[in-house]
């Protein structure tokens, strides 16, 4: 079994910064790719940025050049630096992670979301 344990969230003023991180724990062999996603209701969740195991990055146009996604992999931890918030940034933020739990499989996994608030 494997846990997506997602901590950071908050209140914070526009145009201020958070830091979300996201520490997968369990039966892991290698975690693959991690992503954040948002997610406010009534919406699609929507994909903000991507990270592969070897680095590679990828971000939501809405969020490029404020946010940063990075991981740790001897943590097996995934981050996102956010600066620069507006009050659209409010959301839900999940965490997600493609985790090979032995050579063979492979599982898609979430994590039960933190609450970031923007305030105007």
């Known amino acids: 079994q494997v846990q997506l344990v997602e901590s950071g969230g908050g209140l914070v003023q526009a145009g201020g910064s958070l830091r979300l991180s996201c520490a997968a724990s369990?039966?892991?062999?290698?975690?693959?790719?991690m992503d954040w996603f948002r997610q406010v209701p009534g919406k699609q969740r929507e994909l903000v940025a991507t990270?592969?195991?070897?680095?590679?990055?990828n971000y939501a146009d809405s969020v490029k050049g404020r946010f940063t996604i990075s991981r740790d992999n001897a943590k097996n931890t995934v981050y996102l630096q956010m600066n620069s918030l507006k009050p659209e940034d409010t959301a839900v933020y999940y965490c997600?992670?493609?985790?090979?739990?032995?050579?063979?499989?492979?599982?898609?996994?979430w994590g039960q979301g933190t609450q970031v608030t923007v305030s105007s």
């Open positions: 997600h992670g493609a985790v090979l739990t032995s050579p063979q499989y492979e599982y898609s996994y």
């Open positions: 369990g039966t892991i062999f290698r975690v693959n790719g």
């Open positions: 990270i592969t195991s070897g680095g590679r990055t």
